[in-house]
């Protein structure tokens, strides 16, 4: 080979930024987190149930919030209809935190997870949690 | 033709993905084979590609001048565009391999009033750029698939990627600019008769491969949503070699994954492995300094020579008598003289003769 040194210098230097993923990954156990759903108020619904079903708030939970965000503030509606037909007031702290109060094992747990870190609360103020 | 047919390719590997999953439920196939597969095609094929091209000899010194070469002292060298050094040369592949310095260069020509002319064209210089920069952190930013938890750097490339807070989830400009820009690269392909003339179907077919890539990717995160979660657990147990396959991930998912595998499996057999063969190309890699040191043809084997000396030494007999001058007379000294002076007298007989 031609200029041998150099050219297995950069194979090698691809070759590590091409196992960049594999680091420290190998045989670790695969654990996907489970958002909990056991607060108080939880605890206390009779029909535990979501504004919309779960597959939905799973996947689309973030446009919801996007256009909740929208309906209250642009556009003065504080009323959300659900697809089943019960109305709920359009609020992020007073809807949606006051049952899933648990924010560090409700929503950080996903997000930390996927690696996502969602703009709420740079308005928003978090709720106050027990350490 | 080669645009039809590749789009044709396209949507034919889409469809496979979509039959092989949603109709078949080949969820293992698509989601653990084939990436494995993909992966390993492309880190094998491309070492290989480079390891062949490092046996290649390069015979000559064939590094282009874009500037004034190193001359003399009071002549400004153009130290990038024309290096003399080693550290030149590494000034000018970064400026090559980061900036595309050359295609900056680009020229346009036309027809204008029944003449031909010339001015710059900056446009695929740019497109090129957006889209290579853009693919580049597109990429980087799935390495939150690929560590637990994401790493750091993915985080703060998300975040300034995502500053303009459009939406949620929020609007990444590096996809929307790379789908751009890869799309402004196939309409300058179509569009320009002359680029046309010369595209063939593997010019056309990484772009809409790459398009289909972006629109999935997209369409995957603002559009038909997959769960991401478990898109994760899917990535994580691939680079764990504990691969499992979650349930409900989407059959979008499974047609981006096959197309990304496509794009690594064709990577190392196509075009694309320029992004290897830059770093080895004898004309930005080498210095201009042809003049300063001796190019060594590595081809080059012991050839017999036989110099003018040597030469001389068979003949020198056969010369002097035949009046032929040499170099180094014979020990009959007083013939070389007189076959000298003979000579110079021959030569100015000559023209009298002739007339």
């Keep these: 080979m031609y200029n041998g040194g150099k050219i297995i210098l950069g194979i090698v230097i691809f070759l590590a930024l091409a196992a960049f993923p594999f680091y420290g990954d190998i045989g670790k156990a695969n654990v996907t987190p489970e958002p909990n759903l056991d607060t108080p108020e939880i605890r206390k619904l009779e029909e535990k149930k979501c504004v919309e079903p779960e597959e939905f708030m799973k996947a689309e939970h973030m446009s919801l919030l996007n256009k909740w965000r929208d309906l209250a503030v642009r556009d003065e509606t504080t009323v959300y209809v659900a697809s089943d037909g019960e109305s709920y007031n359009i609020s992020l702290q007073n809807t949606c935190m006051r049952c899933h109060s648990n924010k560090k094992e409700f929503c950080d747990k996903c997000h930390e997870y996927a690696g996502v870190s969602p703009y709420c609360w740079d308005c928003h103020l978090a709720p106050k949690e027990g350490k | ?355």
């Design chain 2, 1 to 355: 033709m080669g645009a039809l047919f590749s789009l044709a390719a396209v949507l034919l590997l889409s469809l496979v993905a979509y039959v092989g999953v949603e109709l078949i439920g080949m969820r293992s196939f698509f989601g653990i084979v084939i990436p494995y597969v993909a992966v390993l095609t492309i880190i094998v094929g491309v070492v290989y590609r480079v390891i062949t091209w490092g046996k290649s000899p390069v015979p000559f010194a064939i590094s282009t001048s874009c500037g004034q070469q190193k001359s003399l002292p009071w002549i400004n060298q153009s130290k990038l565009d024309n290096p003399s050094t080693t550290s030149g040369v590494i000034g000018r592949m970064a400026l090559e391999i980061l900036l595309f310095r050359s295609l900056f260069r680009n020229n346009t020509s036309e027809l204008r009033e029944g003449r031909l002319a010339y001015s710059s064209g900056k446009w695929l210089w740019l497109a090129a750029l957006a889209f290579h920069w853009t693919f580049l952190i597109v990429l980087i930013r799935h390495m939150r698939f690929f560590a637990n938890p994401s790493p750091a750097f993915v985080s703060a490339l998300e975040s300034l990627d995502g500053f303009l807070q459009i939406g949620a989830p929020r609007l990444f400009l590096t996809g929307a600019i790379l789908l751009v820009a890869v799309s402004y690269l196939l309409y300058r392909r179509l569009a320009v008769r002359t680029v046309r003339y010369i595209s063939l179907a593997a010019d056309y077919f990484p772009l809409f491969l790459i398009i289909a890539i972006a629109t999935t990717g997209i369409l995957m995160r603002y559009f038909i949503k997959v769960d991401i979660v478990s898109v994760k657990e899917l990535t994580m147990g691939l680079i764990g070699f504990s691969p499992v396959i979650p349930e409900g991930i989407g059959v979008i998912f499974y047609i981006h994954v096959f197309l990304v595998s496509t794009l690594f499996v064709y990577f190392p057999f196509s075009k694309l492995v320029h992004a290897g063969g830059v770093f080895l190309s004898p004309t930005r890699n080498l210095a201009n300094d042809s003049r300063m040191k001796r190019h060594i043809n590595p081809w080059n084997y012991p050839v017999k020579l036989h110099p003018y000396e040597e030469y001389e030494d068979d003949f020198r007999e056969k010369m002097e008598n035949a009046g032929i001058p040499v170099e180094i007379p014979s020990a009959k000294a007083p013939a070389a003289a007189e076959s000298e002076s003979g000579n110079e007298t021959n030569d100015a007989e000559i023209p009298v003769g002739e007339e």
